[in-house]
Each structure stands twice: as structure tokens, then as C-alpha cells.
């Protein structure tokens, strides 16, 4: 039968009306979302991210700080952005206003209005009340997102750019383990109600940070299976804390949920609470392996294409997956696994096997474009003995990534040689293979053959000059020539310090 607008009903209308509502506001149950960090010295360029993020479903992203490059290639690819501040920019916008002003105008609406950027949130600070902090941007962090909301009022954009502080698990507890008895952390409990209630009230939601591998990392009575999420079917780990009623099977349930029981308790229950980084890294610790975060995000992936949340909130919040790339840059004062969270390599080729919704497994990233198939080796005829070794090897480990090489780290099973021929190769790749960097006083040489053995990749980074979509922006452009300028400085010195 033909459907006849004369013959609708006033009351079929509404309930028509009603459904088209449901069905714009309801979330996606596949969204993803992840965290995308800028800390490499051979930077995936951004296009080429943008478009791996969206081949593989990321319709949402962090940013860490407002990089230029990466908020340019966001603009206009329906990709919802949130934007840091970062930590050490606290205290400037706390004090003044006018600062928080000049933060928001040359990096959000500066983004939104000339480049089509799709900001929705504001990110003021990161994990600012660590307890490993000392308290150094406990009193700047509420000063900070108040004059952040206020500017973003005086620029227009409060309707559609929210703010939030992303916050580690520490700023919360349960003394007797059950998620139930969660309440803050004594030392900072007026400051959360303040902060919390700050961001209901002004529209704001509360990020929170996961991460079970750093639970079970940093004990080794940990119960692994309850660091994961339970197969289906699968028993429930005999860690599991029974909670009244609730039967909590992993680490990630009974750690949301103790916050959930500690807004409820002061009454800010009706926050919105997303995750803002959970992941597993892949190298750089014993614990840090494909396999094990196979297992982790493929239950994390799956938990999230379902929509299933926890016992106290059963739908799934917006949950960015830490990370969306490798960074051979950051700091790994956290440990040398901090190189290594990403879902995708340095060059955005896929870890290990995904499945996403309808069972699509995840793509790499395509236009990916690498220096030439050449690395730099231990020569032949040079004993691992040699006094100038240490030296050499010690240098460029110093200013290139050696994490990989850490006990039962992927190449951490390599002899003598093949260690020193994995720094010499990092140190060669890092500094874009440029003549010199592959000098080491005379201990190493150029091959064309792959000394990659076994678990361990020897890596050709990425020609940031080139890739196979749009030309690299002339921000990104000067961002990797500052980087490739500190390197540059550094080979100037290798023959000294080589001696």
C-alpha cells in the first residue's frame, strides 16, 4: 500500500516527529574515539591521520595541545575534536582572564572559524591533581577552567565548545575495594565537589583516566585476568569483588563505577563522565606486548560497538582509546612502555588484528610515503668490544628511541651486535638518514639488507617531505624542520663524543 500524506494522522505525525528525534540524539553505538599525540620525531602527516581515523571509524579525538598541523587537517572532516591546555599553561590562565582570552581566540576560534574545526571540548590541564604532582596545579586548575568557560562565553562559543579537566583514577578510593565505598581522595575532596559541581553547572562534563595495565604493572600479585575484560561465557576472574548484588569481573567496571559512587555521594551524580585515555602498550616493558593488548582493546572495542557501560552506568560513555599512534618523542619518565600505547605504528600500519563493528577489522593508513630502504649498522669488522661502543651506542640512544631494546621488549632478545646496530639505526632514522648520522667513528655502515630479526623491527621512519595525499602545511612543515634542526645540531658533535 502507498503511503498517502492526506490519509496521516495528527498522532502518527507526532509519533513520527518523536522517532526522528530518538534517532538524531541517540549515540552511535560504533563511534570511537582515541587520543592522537604529536610527540614523534617523524610525525605521521596530518591528512594521512585524519583519513586513518576516519577509514577505520574514529569520529571523535583528543588532542594533547593545539597542534597546528593536526587542527588544520581536522578542519571540515566531521571528526569532533577536543582540545588540551596544557598543564604548564595553567597557572598563566588562572591568574588572568585575558590570558584565558588570547588561549581561546588563536587556538579555538581561531580553528573553528578560518579552518572548519569541529571543537566540542576544551581540555584544562591533564591529570593536574596526580599524586606524584605534589599538589603543584591543585590551586591554579579551578581558577584555570573558570576563566577558560568565561571566555569561551566572550567568544561565542559556550553553546558549542565545552569545557572539561581530565583527570587520573588516583583522585579517587575505595578503602575497603568495593566500587560502592568510593568516595575522593581525603587531600583534595573540597576541591573535586568545587571542580565537579563547576562543570555541571556550567554544561561541562568529567574525564577520567584508566588504566589497568599501569595497575598490574605496578604490582606483581596483581590478578592479570582482572586487568582484562572477561571473554563472553568465559568464567569470572576469581579476583572479582561481589559488591552487594554486583558481581564486578575487571578492572575497568569496579574503577569507573567507584567514581560514579563518589559523585552520587557528594550529589553530582548527573555529570556526564567520559573516559578520556585507556589502552595497553605494546613494548618497552615484559608486560607491554601485542598480544596483551590485543586482548585488552579488542574487549575495550567490543564493550564499545555494544554500547554496554558498567553497573552503574549501563550505557557506555565516549571512551578515548589511548593511543591512536606510537610517539618515539615523549617522555618516559612513566616508563619506557610510554613510547608504545598506539593501536597503530609510528607509521599508522595496524599492531595487531581488530574487529569493529559488523566484524570490519581495522586499515592502515594510506599515502604513507618512508625514507629510503637503508639502514645504519655495526660494521662487520668491528668488534662490540671496542672501547668507543658504549659511548656511541649511549649517544644515540641519548637523542633517538631505544625503548624496544628494554628486557623482554620486542628486541630485547638481540646479541651484542644486533644492539648496537638497533641504536646506530634509530639514531640514522631519526636524523632522516642525512649524511654523518650513520658515522659513529667509524664503527658502523650503511646496508640495504633488512637486519630486522624476529620480534624486532628495524624501523625506516616516514619522509615527513612527502606522502601520497595533500602536501604536508607549512606548520607541519616547520615543526618537523625545528626537530630535524635539534638532530642536525646533534652531528655536529657525534665525532667528539664518539672518541
Known sequence: ??????????????????????LIQAPSASALAANWGTRALHPLPGDVTVQLLKDNGFDKVKLFEAD????????????????????????????DVAAAEQWV??????????????????????????????????????????????????????????????????????????????????????????????????????????????????????????????????????????????LYTNVFDANYDTLVAALDKHGLGNITVVVGEIGWPTDGDANANAAGAQKFNQGLFDRIVAGKGTPRRPQMPDVYVFALLDEDAKSVDPGNFERHWGVFNYDGSPKYALRLAGGKGIVPAKGVRYLSKQWCV???????????IVGA?????????????????????????????????????????????????????VTTTDPSRGTCRFKIMIDTGRHDLTHQDDSGAARAAAAWGAVVAMLALLAIVAL
Not at 380 to 386: G, L
Open 393 to 445: 651506542v649511549g649517544y644515540a640512544c641519548q637523542y633517538a628511541d631505544c625503548t624496544s631494546l628494554s628486557p623482554g621488549s620486542s628486541c630485547g632478545g638481540l646479541d651484542v651486535r644486533g644492539n648496537v646496530s638497533y641504536a646506530f639505526n634509530q639514531f640514522f632514522q631519526s636524523a632522516g638518514q642525512q649524511k654523518g648520522s650513520c658515522g659513529f667513528n667509524n664503527l658502523s655502515v
Open 378 to 388: 655495526l660494521r662487520p669488522d668491528a668488534s662490540p668490544t671496542d672501547r668507543a
Open 68 to 95: 597546528p598541523a593536526a587542527l588544520k587537517a581536522l578542519g571540515h572532516s566531521g571528526i569532533q575534536v577536543m582540545l588540551g591546555l596544557p598543564n604548564e599553561l595553567l597557572a598563566t590562565v588562572a591568574r
Open 105 to 246: 581566540q588563536h587556538n579555538v576560534s581561531h580553528y573553528v572559524s578560518d579552518y572548519g574545526v569541529d571543537i566540542r571540548f576544551v581540555a584544562v590541564g591533564n591529570e593536574p591533581f596526580l599524586k606524584s604532582y605534589k599538589g603543584q596545579f591543585e590551586a591554579a586548575t579551578l581558577p584555570a577552567v573558570r576563566n577558560v568557560q568565561a571566555a569561551l562565553v566572550k567568544a561565542g562559543l559556550a553553546r558549542q565548545v565545552r569545557v572539561t579537566v581530565p583527570l587520573n583514577a588516583d583522585v579517587y578510593e575505595s578503602l575497603d575495594g568495593r566500587p560502592s565505598s568510593g568516595d575522593f581522595r581525603p587531600d583534595i575532596t573540597t576541591l573535586m565537589t568545587s571542580l565537579v559541581r563547576f562543570l555541571l553547572d556550567s554544561g561541562g562534563v568529567l574525564a577520567i583516566n584508566i588504566y589497568p595495565f599501569l595497575s598490574m604493572d605496578a604490582d606483581a600479585n596483581f590478578p592479570r585476568d582482572y586487568a582484562f575484560f572477561p571473554a563472553p561465557g568465559a568464567p569470572p576472574s576469581q579476583a572479582s569483588v561481589q559488591d552487594g548484588s554486583v
Open 1 to 22: 500500500m502507498g503511503w498517502s500524506s492526506s490519509s496521516s494522522s495528527p498522532a502518527v505525525l507526532l509519533l513520527l516527529c518523536l522517532l526522528a528525534l530518538v
